[in-house]
């Protein structure tokens, strides 16, 4: 140790990801430009904030911090930070002192979501817990018991049918345990997927017919003491495996090269056939140095992120042959799109871009599958934008016809603000600006969530 205090040692307590030691309310926000009428809704972004004096030992560790903006009719009504209220927050271990595992301790930090009228905060090592409209923690939900494992924080809502795909890892057998839930909410199949071994499945892709389990080279290590037990393990054959999504729980598995995925763009089938997955992809190199950062280890690069690039798997059923392409150079993930695509192709996909490989600041890029053309809208220096979330037109026709909701920190004056930025053009001037009454620290997923009414 060399005197410098713990929480500025770790990148993760440090400028943008600092966190905010308490919970405040703020009112009739001030909004620059004009919100869209249409906007009726809240938007909320989790992210990992520990409590004043708590110094995780992985970024993944800390507990989970709830941001809300509520705006309607042309106004930000209010906007509201909220820890969830778990366990975990008041330090209640994952592994209970007789060796039984609490999977309501969860720290609740990585994604929200809506679903059966209810808003889950997730963490993929535990239960989901449910919060209120104003971001207040009702408890841990388990789908009235039917959910008998962890739950992924990426699950996946079918457009067309309303169904909520899902899946729970773990490093202990069964690995892999596959779930679909109603449009009601109600778990309608709990399946053990065989074949899936210990690996870090943070996220997985969802097709109109297809399931697509990404079996990939960060495995189960009790070696590592960050207090999230996976390595790369380049003696570990990674896979990604396709499995209809009616009939029995088999998979087809595909040999790919090693690399790791943590978050899918989409998945679906093109025009030949093939099942196509998309997502920002790490190599060997890009994955150990990222975890540097998340650990806080010496050496550790200046961003959370540093080598994941947009990648393309095409896995062909007529010949068993997994093809790859990378897709573009930027260092990028967070990848986003309408969701209304969500298991079909899409042209339009987002994601948050990381200085490197030629850009100097933090940026949101646009994709445009169809021309292979790029949009970089730059936020400036000392300033952070987090995931892009799309929000189509209310009279919109096109794929981008809509706009995109995120959350921009600003080092420079210790603030924050939502930007909505017109999804057809990313590098126009923004339409609305709402000053948020406090900096809020860089977090990971977010969801629009609109008024039902």
């Known amino acids: 140790m060399n005197g410098t205090p713990p929480h500025l040692e770790k990148p993760y307590l440090a400028g943008h990801f600092a966190p905010v030691a308490d919970e405040i309310s703020g009112f009739d926000l001030t909004v620059r430009g004009t919100l869209p009428a249409e906007l009726n809704g809240r938007y909320f972004r989790n992210g990992h904030n520990p409590k004043p004096g708590d110094v995780p030992t992985h970024w993944f560790r800390g507990s989970g911090m709830l941001h809300g903006i509520r705006l309607r009719e042309g106004r930000a009504e209010w906007y509201r930070n909220r820890w969830v209220r778990t366990p975990a927050l008041d330090g209640a271990p994952f592994q209970r002192e007789d060796g039984?595992?609490?999977?309501?301790?969860?720290?609740?930090?990585?994604?929200?979501?809506?679903?059966?009228?209810?808003?889950?905060?997730?963490?993929?090592?535990?239960?989901?817990?449910?919060?209120?409209?104003?971001?207040?923690?009702?408890?841990?939900?388990d789908f009235a018991g039917r959910l008998t494992t962890a739950m992924t924080a990426h699950p996946k809502e079918d457009p067309v049918t309303g169904?909520?795909?899902?899946?729970?890892?773990?490093?202990?057998?069964?690995?892999?345990?596959?779930?679909?839930?109603s449009a009601a909410g109600a778990i309608t199949r709990a399946e053990v997927i065989p074949g899936a071994g210990p690996c870090l499945m943070h996220?997985?892709?969802?097709?109109?017919?297809?399931?697509?389990?990404?079996?990939?080279?960060?495995?189960?290590?009790?070696?590592?003491?960050?207090?999230?037990?996976?390595?790369?393990?380049?003696?570990?054959?990674?896979?990604?495996?396709?499995?209809?999504?009616?009939?029995?729980?088999?998979?087809?598995?595909?040999?790919?090269?090693?690399?790791?995925?943590?978050?899918?763009?989409?998945a679906y089938e093109d025009a030949r056939g093939r099942i196509v997955v998309e997502g920002p992809r790490f190599d060997r190199s890009s994955w150990e140095s990222s975890w540097k950062w998340w650990v806080g280890a010496p050496g550790h690069p200046q961003t959370p992120l540093t080598g994941a690039i947009r990648h393309r798997w095409m896995l062909d059923p007529v010949s068993g042959v997994a093809g790859?392409?990378?897709?573009?150079?930027?260092?990028?993930?967070?990848?986003?799109?309408?969701?209304?695509?969500?298991?079909?192709?899409?042209?339009?996909?987002?994601?948050?871009?990381?200085?490197?490989?030629g850009l100097h600041e933090h940026a949101i890029v646009k994709y445009d599958a169809s021309t292979g053309e790029r949009q970089?809208?730059?936020?400036?220096?000392?300033?952070?934008p987090g995931e892009a979330v799309f929000v189509p037109a209310a009279a919109g026709t096109a794929e981008d016809d809509g706009?995109?909701?995120?959350?921009?920190?600003?080092?420079?004056?210790?603030?924050?603000?939502l930007l909505v930025l017109d999804a057809r053009d990313i590098t126009a001037a923004p339409i609305a600006t709402v000053e948020l009454p406090r900096r809020v620290p860089a977090g990971i997923h977010g969801s629009w969530i609109p008024d039902r009414d």
Do not use: C, K
Not at 163 to 181: D, I, K, M, N
Not at 225 to 243: C, E, F, K, L
């Open 100 to 141: 039984s595992v609490d999977r309501t301790a969860s720290v609740a930090g990585t994604h929200i979501v809506e679903h059966g009228g209810r808003l889950l905060a997730l963490q993929e090592a535990n239960v989901p817990f449910e919060v209120t409209r104003e971001l207040e923690t009702v408890g841990p939900y």
């Open 163 to 181: 169904e909520l795909h899902f899946f729970g890892y773990s490093p202990f057998p069964p690995f892999l345990t596959y779930y679909v839930a």
């Open 203 to 266: 996220d997985f892709g969802l097709t109109e017919r297809h399931v697509v389990w990404l079996d990939l080279p960060v495995v189960f290590n009790p070696a590592e003491h960050s207090g999230i037990p996976y390595r790369w393990s380049d003696s570990y054959a990674p896979r990604i495996g396709v499995m209809p999504r009616t009939g029995p729980a088999a998979a087809t598995w595909y040999d790919v090269a090693p690399g790791m995925l943590l978050h899918v763009a989409n």
């Open 324 to 357: 790859e392409e990378d897709l573009d150079s930027l260092v990028v993930d967070f990848p986003t799109i309408d969701a209304r695509r969500t298991g079909r192709p899409h042209r339009f996909d987002y994601a948050l871009a990381f200085p490197g490989a």
């Open 376 to 384: 970089v809208a730059g936020q400036g220096p000392g300033r952070m």
């Open 403 to 417: 706009y995109l909701l995120t959350v921009v920190g600003d080092l420079a004056r210790d603030g924050s603000e």
